[in-house]
């Protein structure tokens, strides 16, 4: 993204105007709410909210900076005035150790504001929009978005728009109302807790797209046949298996063979798997073929990490509100399932 300085004059339109030359932002705006909270639905929640105070003052909007950073402000103040009180939104992995037995009853965590995976299409992450400021994928990524979480707002805040952003510390600090030498020890501390909760993205190999592509399907094949051995086969030795709203997780191949075969409900055929796209990663919708009538129904999305040879992390959402966000049915019909069209990060 662009710095935060660009200048622009006051638009000569009037305020009915106001949304087409807002609308271009929609994406990026988003995205910035989604940073900050860690949730979809909230992000979209405030990106109205923002669009609306915009709206309300655009008549007063003096062109002392671009239409883009003015949106950005009052997005930021927005996220910050909503997070005022409210507990942060972790994964599994940021709440205790992880589980040492697999076959031990799963507790549901309803009572936790879990983190929500975020659809690319909702945040430009998928490069369709060139006429919109396209979010680079690794500013979403899942484990970022986890660690942001362990940040307070205003920390957070700091780091978001210096670094991601590239605001100067003279312009943070006038949004926080704040000296540029508080800025910069907020933002020292930043990157020092992040540091200590996040992997360097320079230390993940990612495969090549061809690759990608070959393990995603063979991903695809072993889940939808439920074959345990070679669904980890596809696993890094030390990878992590989490999955909100259950405060266990696994990590290891062997830990998460024994979750998938004692705790996973389908057989074989009874799973479909819908490519998609989430935080800049290789994503699946899962549906699970009902009993009853055969239908398969909303079950969970998946958002993969891959690493070199093989999977690094899956994190399993089973909040199926999610299908609604990513465009998706709560049924799939009780037919064949075509052959998977896998996209590559």
């Known amino acids: 993204m662009t710095s935060g300085t660009e200048t622009g004059t006051r638009p000569t339109e009037p305020r009915d105007d106001f949304l087409r030359q807002a609308n271009p932002f929609r994406k990026e705006l988003l995205a910035h709410c989604y940073r900050m909270l860690g949730s979809v639905h909230d992000a979209e929640d405030l990106v109205q909210e923002t669009y609306l105070r915009a709206w309300r003052a655009y008549d007063r909007f003096e062109g002392r900076s671009s239409l883009r950073t003015w949106l950005h402000r009052i997005a930021t ?5 909503a ?19 697999p076959d031990e009853p799963l507790v549901e965590r309803s009572e936790v504001p879990w983190l929500e995976p975020v659809p690319d299409a909702l945040v430009g992450a998928e490069g369709a929009d060139p006429a919109a400021v396209v979010t680079e994928r690794e500013s979403i990524r899942l484990a970022l978005v986890a660690a942001l979480q362990h940040l307070p707002p205003r920390q957070r805040v700091v780091l978001i728009l210096r670094d991601v952003l590239r605001w100067r510390a ?5 949004l926080l109302d ?38 995603l399907e063979r991903y695809v094949a072993a889940f939808e046949r439920k074959d345990v051995a070679a669904i980890v086969e596809l696993f890094k030795a030390d990878a992590v298996w989490e999955m909100p709203p259950y405060a266990a997780y696994y990590v290891g191949r062997d830990a998460i063979a024994r979750h998938l075969a004692c705790r996973c409900p389908a057989g074989p ?16 919708a899962i549906y699970l073929r009902d009993p009853h009538d055969g239908t398969f129904r909303a079950f969970n999305i998946q958002v993969l990490t891959l690493a070199g ?37």
């Open 77 to 81: 103040t927005a996220c910050l005035t």
């Open 83 to 101: 997070l005022d009180g409210r507990a942060r939104r972790p994964m599994p992995t940021g709440l205790g150790a992880p589980s040492n037995d």
């Open 170 to 174: 003279a312009e943070v600090a006038e």
């Open 178 to 215: 704040t000296t540029v030498a508080s800025v910069n020890s907020a933002l020292q501390r930043a990157r020092a807790q992040l540091a200590q909760v996040a992997q360097n993205p320079d230390d993940v190999v990612e495969p090549s797209a061809a690759e990608q592509r070959e393990l």
């Open 269 to 284: 055929g009874e799973l479909r798997m819908v490519p998609v796209g989430a935080n800049g990663q290789p994503a699946f």
């Open 309 to 345: 040879d093989g999977i690094a992390h899956a994190g399993v959402f089973l909040d199926t509100a999610l299908f609604a966000a990513f465009g998706l049915p709560e049924t799939l019909p009780d037919a064949p399932a075509a052959e998977p069209r896998l996209t590559t990060a």
